[in-house]
């Protein structure tokens, strides 16, 4: 595997920053002067998912999070922090967890071994096995079972978005809405996994609802 020399990238950001002046003088002052983003994306920290570029959207159009395997753990105060600060102060009116087929983290969580620190975090993932247990259990191909837990892993994250007292209160307020997507490595497209979260959270939202 090839090594990417540092200049490289100082030399790759000149001619970036040249080529944005071309096109429009005024670029940098613009993007120094605020951010107003209408979407957070919660994505997977993996290399080869980049979220504005496959959304095809611009710096400042999209405020981004990402970690191993997109997830939402409720103890976790970095997710939480900036599903606050991208609601309350921000004020974004859509958030999307974005997962993605191949996912590292995801496969991982599915194999029986001590994995050392990130044990703990691969255990949100395994939880989630477990709540759709019968589920994946009937699907016997592997490859199928290890992408239908990569789509419930996505759901299940934006139920813990909407678990959060900031989002519950601004879609009251603004009509904020939470939506599921998939990334496919293999043909580059976005999939709304079209998650029916009315039906989802039916039973538990009694115990969950905080606003």
Known sequence: MSSINLQTI??????????????????????????????LYIGCSDSRVSAEELMGLKPGEVFVHRNIANMVPNNDLSVMSIINYAVDVLQVDKIVVVGHYQCGGVHEAMQSKDLGLINPWLRNIRDVFRLH?????????????????????????CVNVIKTAAVQRANKQRGLTVHGWVFDLQTGRLIDLNINFAKILADIMEIYRIV
């Open 10 to 39: 100082f030399e790759n950001n000149r001619q970036w920053a040249k080529k944005k002046l071309a096109e429009d003088s005024e670029y940098f002052k613009k993007l120094s002067a605020g951010q107003n983003p209408d979407i």
């Open 133 to 157: 247990k019968d589920e994946l259990n009937d699907i016997i191909d592997e490859d199928l079972q290890y992408r239908r837990l990569i789509e419930l892993n996505v759901q299940e994250q």
